[in-house]
């Protein structure tokens, strides 16, 4: 088996290929670079899966490994003409996951298999609770907790409609959900509504970063890393609520010394 990793940006892609330093990195365009890896690398377009094939045969891989976040083509980036190839013209007006899924066959089509970014991460997620537990009053858990339970039920329903992974809420209002903007814009324009509007509650809004109903667990599964928290903290937030199984964390342990020094609350479901 050899396996090369499709690296989009953050410093999720950069993670994996220390620890499997024997991976070879596809860096895609404007969002990863060759000189962040130590490991063999090559820079392909993302408007061009023909090339992406032709690297991958190059080195004989055989297992792929998608990680970091992608960009969609933006409309001047995107030519739609007799040359395009059919996946990008296809996945252009997509939702994520089918979008995804599509390019997971294309891939198979092509002789590759697809595995799970969290076969190639010894630790990756945090365990189901608080983190740390001790920190926090049960009234402020009672919150997190109700919060969390509202928040989950209202991504499993919007997950038919293909939409984000995240969403901010507190004591049943919805903040912000998460579209084509990702998660961190997402934030900042919920952290502006809650120190605009409602600075004097009792407890900062929850930030709920969960996969879909039917997601593909081998293709995409929403991650988190430190800025993305310490964006949290610095804008109020009171609380990240996450996955137990199904968001990954980047450097955990630096994500856990950061959590403890600053008495910030994770709670994993």
Same mark, same amino acid.
Request: glycine content about 6%; hydrophobic content about 40%.
């Given at each position: ?14 993670? #994996? ?27 392909? &377009?993302?408007?061009?899966? $023909?090339?992406?094939? %032709? /690297? ?36 252009? +007006?997509?939702?994520?996951? +089918? ?15 697809? #595995?799970?970014?969290? &076969? ?16 926090? +009053? ?20 919007? +997950? ?5 992974? &995240?969403?901010? *809420? @507190?004591?049943?209002? *919805?903040?912000?959900?998460?579209? %084509? ?8 324009? /919920?952290?502006? $509504? ?12 929850? %930030?709920?970063?969960?996969?879909? $109903? ?8 929403? *991650?988190?890393?430190?800025?993305? #928290? ?13 996955? @137990? ?13 950061? $959590? ?10």
């Amino acid at each position: 088996m050899k396996i090369a990793i499709i690296a989009g940006s953050g410093d999720f892609p950069i993670q #994996i290929a220390k620890e499997n330093p024997d991976a070879f990195v596809l860096c895609i365009e404007d969002h990863s670079s060759t000189s962040t890896f130590k490991n063999d690398t090559e820079v392909i &377009s993302l408007n061009d899966p $023909l090339s992406w094939i %032709l /690297a991958l045969r190059k080195k004989k891989i055989t297992h792929l490994v998608m990680a970091g976040k992608i960009n969609r083509i933006s409309n001047e980036k995107f030519d739609d003409n007799e040359f395009s190839h059919d996946l990008i013209k296809k996945i252009f +007006s997509l939702g994520d996951n +089918s979008a995804l899924n599509l390019i997971e066959n294309f891939f198979n089509e092509n002789g590759f298999e697809i #595995i799970p970014v969290r &076969s190639m991460v010894k630790d990756c997620f945090f365990t189901k609770g608080f983190y740390k537990e001790e920190f926090f +009053s049960k009234k402020f858990k009672d919150f997190v907790i109700q919060n969390a339970r509202f928040g989950s039920d209202f991504l499993n329903k919007m +997950s038919e409609f293909d939409a984000g992974q &995240s969403v901010v *809420v @507190s004591n049943t209002i *919805v903040y912000a959900i998460e579209a %084509l903007e990702g998660t961190d814009e997402m934030i900042i324009r /919920a952290g502006d $509504l809650y120190n605009n509007y409602f600075k004097n509650s009792v407890f900062g809004p929850v %930030l709920i970063k969960i996969p879909k $109903l039917n997601q593909n667990f081998n293709m995409d599964l929403p *991650v988190i890393g430190l800025e993305t #928290i310490k964006r949290c903290n610095e804008l109020g937030f009171s609380s990240i609520v996450l996955s @137990s199984k199904g968001t990954l964390i980047a450097e955990i342990d630096v994500v856990k010394n950061y $959590l403890k020094k600053n008495k910030f609350c994770i709670f994993a479901i």
